[in-house]
């Protein structure tokens, strides 16, 4: 295992009801943004909770953060943020609403070009506090500091990360999922699983327990993924789910270990391109990866096959291919398309992302930071 510094300070609180204990939370004197998205909130009940958890607080509202949260719409937000002063973010919503409200966070006190944080990587130094209430399990920005926004004009997708922007809590009822769309739900699942592959489908670390916990939360997912894409949702389900998608990218599994992130890398362009829904974009690219990178990948492929996928029979190479096989099959069955033709992406779009990994100075993706625009091209055709 490699050396590591971990420090996650986000509270959680999870179960029924704890949507109440807001006031417990939000500090009395704040002047509280709440920011949402387009408008699900308002159907399902969750905000009358929120508005109901937080009677005689300073409360003013931004709503219509998209999916995929854009540059443009959160600079409204900063802008209105600076001139009432706030104080406090508290983001109701999916991954994009707690994204896009992190970047908030971050771009009120930022002297200079808000943008240079995305496109630059420039430090932050300071940052609104935030809380969450989160209405999808599937990124896990409710207890990381990651945050990925899109810039609808450039067409680029890019993320940052900074402990600024850790939210103080998260608020996670799995009630609030009920209404979610199956295709919400399947994209939960297959975020989450794709987020567990990047930090455990890479090369041998001496890391038993990562291991195990990587390989524990993917047959979990497995197991949920049928009565959770049922048209009635069950408590215990949902609760699992919700738990599962956290534990996959709150920063644990992947301490110590090599992390690869390239089905992520290349999928962020797919969505810059074409508006593919995030976990969408995964699903298509990780099958594509996993044999382009097959003989790197060789040993843990072999042990993910035999204990996510009980495979202990035939030759290696069959192993190795039939639980590829059976991962796609497992997007398959949550209603996602796994192949680029199927979103009525082709070669045009290929040719592009090509392009943008082949600048000067971009960036080489994988464990080993060997999956350059070559193996990219690679990987995409092999997914028309
Ligand atoms: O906008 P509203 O009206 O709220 O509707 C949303 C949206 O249309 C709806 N929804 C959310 N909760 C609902 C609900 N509808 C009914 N009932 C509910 N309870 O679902 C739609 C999608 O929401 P979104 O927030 O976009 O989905 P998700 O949570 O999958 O977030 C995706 C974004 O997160 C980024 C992705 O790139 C993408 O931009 N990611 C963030 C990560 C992180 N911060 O660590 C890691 C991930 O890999 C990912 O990149
Ligand atoms: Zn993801």
């Not at 038993?208 to 959770?228: F, V």
Request: charged share 25%; glycine share 8%.
């Amino acid at each position: 295992m490699k050396n590591f510094i971990y420090q996650n300070p986000v509270k959680i609180l999870f179960g029924k009801g704890q949507i109440g204990r807001l006031q417990n939370e939000v500090p009395k004197e704040a002047r509280v943004m709440l920011t949402y998205g387009g408008g699900s909130i308002f159907k399902n009940g969750v905000y009358h909770q929120v508005i109901e958890a937080l009677k005689g607080y300073h409360i003013i509202e931004f709503g219509g953060i998209e999916p995929n949260p854009r540059f443009e719409t959160l600079m409204k937000a900063v802008a209105v943020a600076r001139a009432e002063n706030i104080d406090f973010l508290l983001a109701v919503g999916g991954g994009s609403v707690i994204d896009g409200t992190k970047f908030i966070a971050a771009a009120v006190p930022f002297e200079g070009d808000p943008w240079d944080i995305l496109s630059k990587g420039a430090r932050i130094k300071d940052a609104v506090k935030l809380g969450t209430v989160l209405t999808l399990p599937a990124t896990g920005s409710e207890m990381n500091s990651n945050s990925v926004v899109t810039n609808e004009r450039l067409q680029r997708k890019l993320a940052f990360a900074s402990p600024y922007v850790y939210p103080l809590f998260s608020i996670l009822d799995p009630e609030v999922t009920y209404s979610l769309p199956k295709r919400q739900v399947a994209n939960g699942l297959v975020d989450s699983f794709v987020h567990v592959m990047e930090q455990y489908m890479t090369i041998p670390s001496d890391a038993p327990l990562n291991d195990r916990l990587a390989e524990s939360i993917l047959k979990t997912l497995i197991e949920l993924a049928p009565d959770a894409l049922k048209e009635i949702p069950d408590y215990e389900n949902r609760a699992n789910l919700m738990w599962s998608s956290t534990m996959a990218l709150n920063g644990l599994i992947g301490l110590g270990v090599p992390n690869d992130w390239a089905t992520h890398g290349i999928g962020h362009e797919l969505t810059a391109l074409h508006g593919i829904d995030h976990a969408v974009t995964l699903a298509i690219v990780l099958p594509g990866l996993l044999r382009v990178m097959k003989e790197q990948k060789r040993i843990k492929l072999l042990q993910y096959a035999e204990r996510v996928w009980n495979l202990t029979e035939g030759s290696e190479e069959e192993r190795i291919e039939k639980c590829i096989q059976l991962t796609e099959d497992f997007f398959r069955s949550t209603g996602i398309l796994t192949r680029l033709s199927e979103h009525n992406v082709g070669f045009e779009t290929i040719d592009e992302i090509v392009k943008r990994f082949s600048l000067p100075g971009a960036r080489r993706l994988g464990e080993l930071g060997n999956i350059d625009a070559d193996k990219i091209k690679q990987i995409l055709v092999s997914r028309v």
